[in-house]
């Protein structure tokens, strides 16, 4: 079983298939939060949804409004079960934190190319424990 | 985190229980990123708009305030980024019912907290610029990124619910911008290329902002000639923030923390891009178009009272075949109005809004009820984050904007 370790780490252990991508993460800018898909047409999962999936992406993107928008989207269960990110911008801490939402961030090698599109992966933030199962 | 005696107090609601809420969030965010402790904060700035916080936000917002019998106030003078309407123009952007009562409440609710509704993504040029080395706790991120570059005052961004707790706190972690450290240059970029115009401006920033990628990244950029305005900052550094996540950068001989590259480390870094004009117009013509248009939008950041002024001058003479919107601050818009920028601007068909920006506003509802979706602008910020809301957003100057409202086609 492989394991990686991130620096930051926050919220409740969780379980889940991984939606992998170099690319970056911004609520407002690449989601449809209504009907769960990324929506900007240049990303690179544009069109996939991103409900109840582990997604692993590179980094955050843009402005400030994730910090609302993770809650928002917990309060209607159209969200990511758990968020991995490269690098992280406060937003995302913020929202993980105001939101309730699982998040690890912040790895020695490029986590993207690390896990596998698809494979099933274990978050356990006390641990800032990434499990590949 | 180090925490003081009354920090203590906070956390263990001595203080009441908004209070402890704030701090309890602010503490679970400052482990997140390491933080040692807090520092003061003078000024908080909150972005709110209601497209973001949704009902569920809101509910909590009306809660909060209800907390302490109504009586927790903010600690430190707390304003607000724009707001998702404007409640005289709400007819010209046709957004349901629905949206306006969060917008009522929310306002409501931050009032009961004692936050002042400044509405506006400039206050920087309206209502109080940080000095340098003044520690605040900023919401919006074109705000920050301004704050921290060409003021030289120290923020991290600050989303809504950390703005809030900083107001209500009087304090915020001290990681990321508020230490030295971090506001070295991590990246060195030489340009040969001075922009003249803000979507120019606009455009050489979002550039930097892909190239230097992440929120930790600070690029130092040398070769500019001149001193830029404060309007050409504001468009570069949003844009930047918006392409990048930056929230600091230097400039060579104009900002304050880099007089000379070696007061912001940059000259030990290795020249990683050459920038010239050729780059800055591909970027931009990812945005490009001959094209016919449904709606030009000046707004994000919102305009001063001199891009007012110009934009009036533009409008003389014309009528206007597609709708034109300009979005300002409650601030600037008395002026525009004193000095009859706002009635030039309507006299030729447009409108000038206050206390709102396009893309906070439910830009995807009201495009489908006005159908809207080609869009001209001079924003680059707005062209960034209009293609996730459906629309086909063009970059072009103001000039050629202000043109394409009359002509319907952006030449």
């Given at each position: 079983?492989k394991?990686?370790?991130a620096?930051?780490?926050?919220?409740?252990?969780?379980?889940?298939?991984?939606?992998?991508?170099?690319?970056?993460?911004?609520?407002r800018y690449?989601?449809?939060?209504?009907?769960?898909?990324?929506?900007?047409?240049?990303?690179?999962?544009?069109?996939?949804?991103?409900?109840?999936?582990?997604?692993?992406?590179?980094?955050?993107k843009?402005?400030?409004?994730s910090?609302?928008?993770?809650r928002?989207?917990?309060?209607?269960?159209?969200?990511?079960?758990a968020?991995?990110?490269?690098t992280?911008?406060p937003?995302?801490?913020?929202?993980?934190?105001?939101?309730?939402?699982t998040?690890?961030?912040?790895?020695?090698?490029?986590?993207?190319?690390?896990?596998?599109?698809?494979?099933?992966?274990?978050?356990?933030?006390?641990?800032?424990?990434?499990?590949?199962? | 985190?180090?925490?003081?005696?009354?920090e203590?107090?906070?956390?263990?609601?001595?203080?009441g229980?908004?209070?402890?809420?704030?701090?309890?969030?602010?503490?679970?965010?400052g482990?997140?990123l390491?933080?040692?402790?807090?520092?003061?904060?003078?000024?908080?700035h909150?972005?709110?708009?209601?497209e973001?916080?949704?009902?569920?936000?809101?509910?909590?917002?009306?809660?909060?305030?209800?907390?302490d019998?109504?009586?927790?106030?903010?600690?430190?003078?707390?304003?607000t980024d724009?707001?998702?309407?404007?409640?005289?123009?709400?007819?010209?952007?046709?957004q349901?019912?629905?949206?306006?009562?969060?917008?009522?409440?929310?306002?409501?609710?931050f009032?009961?907290?004692?936050?002042?509704?400044?509405?506006?993504?400039?206050?920087?040029q309206?209502?109080?610029?940080?000095?340098?080395?003044?520690?605040v706790?900023?919401?919006?991120?074109?705000?920050?990124?301004?704050?921290?570059?060409?003021?030289?005052?120290?923020?991290?961004?600050?989303?809504?619910?950390?703005?809030?707790?900083?107001?209500l706190?009087?304090?915020?972690?001290?990681?990321?911008f508020?230490?030295?450290?971090?506001?070295?240059?991590?990246?060195?970029?030489?340009?040969d290329?001075?922009?003249?115009s803000?979507?120019?401006?606009?455009?050489?920033?979002?550039?930097?902002?892909?190239?230097?990628?992440?929120?930790w990244?600070?690029?130092?950029?040398?070769?500019?000639?001149?001193?830029?305005?404060?309007?050409?900052?504001?468009?570069?550094?949003?844009?930047?923030?918006?392409?990048?996540?930056?929230?600091?950068?230097?400039?060579v001989?104009?900002?304050?923390?880099?007089?000379?590259?070696?007061?912001?480390?940059g000259?030990?870094?290795?020249?990683?891009h050459?920038?010239?004009?050729?780059?800055?117009?591909?970027l931009?013509?990812?945005?490009?178009?001959?094209?016919?248009?449904?709606?030009?939008?000046f707004?994000?950041?919102?305009?001063?009272?001199?891009?007012?002024?110009?934009?009036?001058?533009?409008?003389?003479?014309?009528?206007?075949s597609?709708?034109?919107?300009?979005m300002?601050?409650?601030?600037?818009?008395?002026?525009?109005?004193?000095f009859?920028?706002t009635?030039?601007?309507?006299?030729a068909?447009?409108h000038v809004?206050?206390?709102?920006?396009?893309?906070?506003?439910?830009?995807?509802?009201?495009?489908?009820a006005?159908?809207?979706?080609?869009?001209a602008t001079?924003?680059?910020?707005?062209?960034?984050?209009?293609g996730?809301?459906?629309?086909?957003?063009?970059?072009?100057?103001?000039?050629?904007?202000?043109?394409a409202?009359?002509?319907?086609?952006?030449?």
């Amino acid at each position: 079983m492989k394991e990686l370790i991130a620096r930051h780490g926050i919220g409740k252990p969780v379980t889940g298939e991984a939606l992998v991508a170099h690319d970056g993460f911004s609520a407002r800018y690449d989601l449809d939060r209504i009907g769960g898909t990324f929506s900007r047409p240049t990303h690179k999962l544009a069109g996939q949804s991103y409900v109840g999936k582990i997604l692993v992406l590179d980094t955050t993107k843009g402005g400030v409004a994730s910090a609302w928008m993770l809650r928002e989207m917990a309060s209607r269960g159209i969200i990511p079960l758990a968020l991995v990110f490269n690098t992280v911008n406060p937003i995302l801490a913020q929202g993980a934190a105001f939101g309730n939402v699982t998040m690890l961030a912040g790895f020695d090698d490029d986590i993207t190319a690390q896990v596998p599109n698809g494979s099933r992966v274990e978050i356990d933030p006390a641990t800032r424990t990434l499990r590949l199962l | 985190m180090k925490l003081t005696e009354e920090e203590r107090a906070m956390l263990a609601g001595a203080l009441g229980k908004v209070p402890q809420i704030a701090i309890e969030h602010q503490i679970q965010v400052g482990d997140f990123l390491h933080a040692e402790d807090f520092v003061p904060v003078t000024q908080a700035h909150i972005m709110a708009d209601t497209e973001s916080l949704g009902e569920e936000g809101v509910r909590w917002l009306e809660s909060l305030a209800l907390e302490d019998g109504g009586n927790a106030r903010v600690r430190v003078p707390t304003i607000t980024d724009p707001r998702g309407t404007d409640f005289a123009k709400t007819s010209v952007l046709k957004q349901p019912e629905r949206f306006l009562e969060l917008e009522r409440r929310t306002i409501t609710a931050f009032r009961k907290l004692g936050v002042s509704m400044t509405d506006t993504c400039i206050n920087y040029q309206t209502i109080q610029a940080p000095t340098r080395g003044e520690s605040v706790a900023f919401g919006d991120t074109g705000v920050v990124i301004y704050s921290n570059s060409i003021c030289g005052a120290r923020s991290n961004y600050e989303g809504g619910p950390s703005a809030l707790s900083a107001g209500l706190t009087g304090r915020t972690p001290r990681y990321g911008f508020h230490l030295d450290a971090q506001r070295r240059a991590t990246i060195r970029i030489r340009t040969d290329w001075t922009p003249k115009s803000l979507n120019e401006w606009g455009a050489l920033g979002g550039l930097i902002g892909q190239l230097a990628g992440n929120y930790w990244a600070v690029p130092v950029v040398e070769g500019l000639e001149g001193s830029p305005g404060s309007d050409a900052m504001k468009h570069f550094g949003a844009a930047m923030a918006s392409f990048g996540s930056i929230a600091l950068f230097h400039l060579v001989g104009i900002t304050p923390e880099a007089v000379r590259i070696e007061d912001c480390g940059g000259e030990h870094l290795p020249v990683s891009h050459r920038i010239g004009e050729a780059d800055v117009r591909a970027l931009a013509a990812q945005y490009g178009g001959d094209s016919d248009i449904d709606v030009v939008v000046f707004s994000a950041p919102q305009l001063s009272l001199y891009e007012l002024r110009t934009l009036a001058g533009l409008c003389e003479g014309r009528k206007f075949s597609k709708p034109l919107l300009a979005m300002t601050s409650p601030q600037v818009k008395p002026d525009s109005d004193r000095f009859g920028y706002t009635e030039r601007i309507e006299s030729a068909g447009g409108h000038v809004m206050s206390g709102m920006c396009f893309y906070q506003s439910y830009a995807r509802e009201i495009a489908e009820a006005n159908g809207w979706k080609k869009l001209a602008t001079n924003s680059t910020k707005l062209v960034n984050i209009l293609g996730g809301y459906g629309y086909k957003p063009m970059l072009a100057s103001m000039e050629r904007c202000v043109e394409a409202a009359e002509k319907g086609r952006l030449a």
